[in-house]
């Protein structure tokens, strides 16, 4: 039985922010992101990610977001850059990086993206990938500061603020929706319109 959870996880507004993306000037950015190419994710939203793939180890991330256009490693190094300056803000060394990408398959940790989906709303990247990778016991969820999606997918979707990203409200909400959810009821196609 596959056990994991996937979490369709959106970029810019959910483990970015505009508080971080507006704060740092960009000099200062670069000086506090020499490492990064791309704008800097927030430490909060990540952390409070993190958090949650540590309370719920059967996560495995699906990235949704446009940044998936980008490799596997950029992606991933955005999100250990953002935990590193979480670790070096609190001062507490071991926070453990919990963070898992759906790896069955080389191209299974991003939603399918191309000519098809092009003015596509996000649900139908989302159904694609359940599509070809789910199955009747597939749980998942799906975390967005945008809301183009249909409406069989809307019960298990969490919407953030753009200007915050991942909150503490919202890791509540995650948690308590990860905690409640029943595969029978989340892949029933049938229950779409034809
Ligand atoms: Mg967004």
């Not at 508080?19 to 020499?34: E, G, H, T």
Request: net charge negative; glycine share 4%.
């Amino acid at each position: 039985m596959n056990e994991k959870i996937i979490v369709f996880l959106d970029w810019d507004g959910v483990v970015n922010n505009h508080d971080i993306s507006c704060a740092l000037p960009n000099k200062l950015s670069d000086k506090f992101n020499a490492q990064e190419d791309n704008p800097p994710l927030s430490p909060i939203a990540v952390g409070f990610l993190n958090k949650l793939c540590a309370d719920h180890q059967e996560i495995r991330l699906v990235c949704s977001s446009t940044w998936r256009t980008h490799s596997k490693a950029e992606i991933v190094s955005t999100l250990k850059n953002a935990h590193k300056r979480l670790i070096a803000a609190s001062g507490l060394e071991h926070i453990p990086y919990s963070i898992k990408f759906h790896a069955v398959a080389k191209n299974s940790w991003r939603t399918p993206y191309g000519r098809d989906f092009n003015d596509a709303i996000r649900g139908k990247e989302i159904d694609a990938w359940l599509h070809h990778y789910g199955d009747e016991h597939t749980r998942y969820i799906i975390i967005d500061d945008d809301n183009d999606f249909f409406p069989w997918q809307l019960p298990y979707f969490i919407q953030t603020d753009p200007f915050n990203g991942i909150t503490l409200d919202d890791y509540f909400k995650l948690d308590d929706l990860i905690t409640s959810l029943e595969p029978a009821k989340q892949m029933r196609l049938d229950f779409k319109p034809v």
